[in-house]
């Protein structure tokens, strides 16, 4: 069977943890069952084929994932009938743990139910009960919090929520525990966004903050990037080249070297504010003849629209304004999260 040098890679390299990225219908299961046949065949270090676990998204693909990796073995006892051992693994790859995420976290909680405390018994709630089960928990918290009558929330109600309606209220509650739960630790999920939230709402370190220091990061990346585009482009400029698009070049130059120079939010802040890029300048017929003309204006356009996306979507304001907003709304984000929370004591 013919591989690509990097299938090859993928089947083959051993003592250490690999990842594959492909598109669909680039063979990524015909590499995984190549490399499973390889493992359970490796000469030196061979693998049991019940000892390995394979997890698949739909329970489709689990099924074709285990016929496949079976017909592979199979196909290979055909080649050699007196291997015992192989015939022992095409066997054993009936017990191979290759299903759903689901089906394997089910599997592995019914064997160890002792140690986890819950009843062996248990079952996968419908989805029509487990509706039920939600709306009665976020019933549950929107009562007891109406019930306290502390500022906070009333704050909260009336900031998201200003009618006799809570549906808001119940769907904001369920979209940020659904969002709590993708993270492996849901509850120091929290803690570390509140903390966050707390930096962000002070005045002191909020330069400093993991969210502020991530966005600045970010930034300056994309503009070392153009930077490093520019300088390319600039190499291929030669002396006859149209002084209104070297001018602009330069221009560009200057510009991205002052991003790139900020050691702040607010000095990228103020360079992205107080300049701009000039438009593309017109050209005549013989400038738009000259090589590098519709690259320059590709390049051109590509760093405007940078620029104008980190003014629209990042730094939209003073590092001061955007304090003083977070200082108001970290206290209801702060309820919002007391809120989610108990929601999660509840339901879960």
Not at 156 to 178: H, S
Request: hydrophobic residues 35%; glycine residues 4%; charged residues 30%.
């Amino acid at each position: 069977m013919n591989y690509t040098k990097e299938q090859e890679q993928a089947i083959f390299l051993r003592g250490k943890n690999i990842m594959v990225s492909a598109g669909a219908g680039a063979g990524k299961t015909r590499v995984l069952v190549s490399r499973m046949a390889e493992l359970i065949m490796d000469k030196e270090h061979p693998i049991e084929a019940d000892r390995f676990l394979v997890m698949t998204f739909t329970n489709a693909a689990a099924a074709e994932m285990k016929e496949r990796i079976g017909t592979e073995l199979e196909e290979r006892l055909e080649k050699d009938p007196d291997n015992l051992y192989l015939r022992k693994q095409i066997r054993k790859i009936r017990q191979a743990d290759i299903s759903t995420i689901h089906s394997f976290c089910n599997h592995l909680i019914r064997t160890h139910y002792n140690e986890l405390a819950i009843d062996p018994s248990f079952r996968i709630g419908e989805e029509g009960e487990l509706f039920l089960l939600r709306q009665q928990a976020v019933e549950q918290v929107l009562e007891e919090a109406y019930a306290s009558g502390r500022e906070s929330f009333l704050q909260f109600v009336e900031a998201y929520a200003p009618g006799k309606n809570d549906t808001v209220l119940e769907e904001m509650i369920e979209d940020l525990y659904r969002f709590s739960r993708s993270f492996p630790n849901a509850d120091g999920w929290f803690e570390k966004t509140g903390k966050e939230a707390a930096i962000l709402a002070g005045k002191d370190g909020w330069d400093t903050s993991t969210a502020v220091t991530l966005l600045l990061s970010k930034a300056q990346k994309e503009s070392l990037q153009i930077q490093e585009e520019l300088y390319q482009l600039l190499e291929s400029v030669t002396e006859d080249a149209p002084e209104k698009y070297t001018g602009l070049l330069q221009e560009i130059k200057e510009y991205i070297n002052s991003l790139t120079q900020a050691k702040d939010y607010n000095s990228y802040y103020k360079v992205l504010s107080q300049k701009s890029i000039s438009s593309f300048p017109r050209a005549a017929k013989k400038e738009k003849e000259w090589g590098l003309y519709e690259e320059v204006k590709e390049f051109h356009q590509k760093v405007r629209e940078q620029i104008n996306s980190q003014k629209e979507n990042v730094f939209t304001a003073p590092a001061e304004e955007l304090q003083r907003e977070a200082a108001v709304i970290y206290p209801l984000l702060e309820e919002y999260m007391t809120l989610t929370k108990r929601f999660a004591e509840i339901y879960f």
